[in-house]
């Protein structure tokens, strides 16, 4: 049985929190290994904010590839079909010729680092037309008097109905921008994304 995808329990653990909906989406629940539960959320939260408080400033990008590594690493050792992929820079965008667009078709989905305030993790489960369908784990809700304004544009909407798959969809032309507005990539500089397949869906 698939799981439901999760939130975030702080307003530091978006990181691990979606690698771990990356599994969940990607895999029944009987097959989920406990120890990538435990390595994940070890080694992720990884930074210190300006105040030298540990885990107060989120997950790195080298925390993110060494998870990288290690699941794959894992996968070859347990027999665990599964296939991770790093990208930084130029390649992480959403244009056609893509890896990041390239794994969606083939059915993976994609840590995607990008800004809400600040430095974020989502991710992305699937292409609808000019549209990403993603999962962010900070939890909102629609109804909140102070929900940001930033959300009041159609190029944002909540999705309510797919708690397995998306809780939002975002147009893809928004996403590319190299600013760092709310679902915005930003610069290439800031760019990072996870790729995973579960590869006995996924021939690659």
Not at 35 to 56: H, Q, V
Not at 66 to 93: A, M, Q, R
Not at 175 to 204: D, Q, W
Request: hydrophobic residues 35%.
């Amino acid at each position: 049985m698939k799981n439901l995808l999760n939130y975030q329990t702080s307003e530091y653990d978006c990181g691990p929190v979606t690698i771990l909906n990356g599994i969940r989406y990607l895999f029944e629940r009987e097959e989920i290994y406990p120890e990538i539960i435990k390595f994940i959320m070890s080694f992720c939260m990884d930074t210190y904010n300006e105040a030298g408080e540990p885990c107060k400033h989120g997950t790195s990008a080298a925390a993110m590839n060494y998870v990288t590594c290690w699941l794959n690493h894992f996968g070859k050792v347990k027999n665990f079909p599964i296939h991770c992929e790093h990208y930084s820079g130029e390649d992480v965008t959403l244009t056609p010729e893509s890896p990041v667009t390239a794994a969606l078709a083939k059915g993976g989905v994609v840590l995607l680092h990008l800004f809400l305030d600040v430095g974020h993790y989502v991710l992305l489960t699937g292409i609808e037309n000019d549209r990403i369908l993603l999962f962010d784990p900070f939890y909102e809700e629609t109804d909140d008097p102070e929900l940001d304004e930033e959300y009041h544009t159609d190029e944002i909407r909540f999705i309510m109905d797919q708690p397995k798959r998306a809780n939002r969809s975002v147009s893809i032309s928004r996403l590319n921008r190299i600013t760092k507005g709310y679902y915005e990539m930003g610069s290439f500089c800031c760019r990072e994304a996870l790729v995973m397949y579960n590869t006995n869906v996924t021939k690659l």
